[in-house]
């Protein structure tokens, strides 16, 4: 009898390959497809089936809102706790809008208060929180410089358990270095590039 050891491999009828997944700059895993999808989405880009082609205007500009919704941070009247601004959604927003559509709801832009900014040369958008703005005293919405959306005072350094300090900024940017004063250096300057590449893009 031969020392090797045998090993066979069983492909079982009903076996399905398990998703690959890739890990987003805040460490969520998700599939390369959903990524791509979200993107797509988010930037008006998806390819439309028939079904969504023959919706009605009203039903898709509903849909859209419902898919992914960017919450503001929001505290209660009753409680000194403070929400952090957060993304959610619903993931039969067509099903969902149509019903709405039927009841009576309609999306007006003239009545819109709030409006969500996406973070220049940030993530997809479903992970991206970015910016809610209101109308000035003119009735106008702001323009935001892309600085406005990479705070310093963001920034977090903290110590890893192996002695290096890693530097972590919310809009999906961090910084390892042997020191904490050069892993915040490091953040700062890769900021600086974020911002100056998202003003030249504007």
């Not at 390369?32 to 082609?53: N, R, V």
């Amino acid at each position: 009898m031969s020392d090797k050891e045998i090993v066979e491999s069983v492909q079982f009828p009903n076996h399905q390959s398990p998703p690959e997944y890739v890990q987003t700059d805040t460490g969520q895993l998700v599939t390369p497809q959903f990524l791509a999808f979200i993107q797509q989405a988010l930037s008006g880009k998806l390819a439309e089936s028939e079904a969504t082609a023959e919706l009605d205007p009203e039903v898709k500009a509903l849909a859209e809102e419902l898919s992914v919704i960017h919450l503001p941070a929001w505290q209660s009247k009753t409680s000194p706790k403070t929400a952090e601004a957060t993304v959610t959604g619903i993931k039969q927003a067509t099903r969902v809008a149509e019903y709405l559509v039927k009841r009576g709801v309609r999306v007006h832009s003239e009545l819109v208060e709030i409006r969500w900014v996406p973070t220049p040369g940030g993530q997809p958008g479903a992970f991206d929180t970015g910016m809610h703005v209101t109308k000035d005293d003119n009735g106008e919405w702001p323009a935001l410089d892309p600085e406005e959306f990479y705070d310093l005072e963001d920034i977090k350094v903290s110590q890893t358990d192996d002695g290096l300090w890693y530097a972590v900024h919310p809009r999906g940017l961090s910084f390892e270095a042997a020191t904490k004063t050069e892993a915040y250096a490091g953040l700062v300057d890769q900021l600086r590039q974020r911002i100056a590449q998202a003003r030249q893009e504007q």
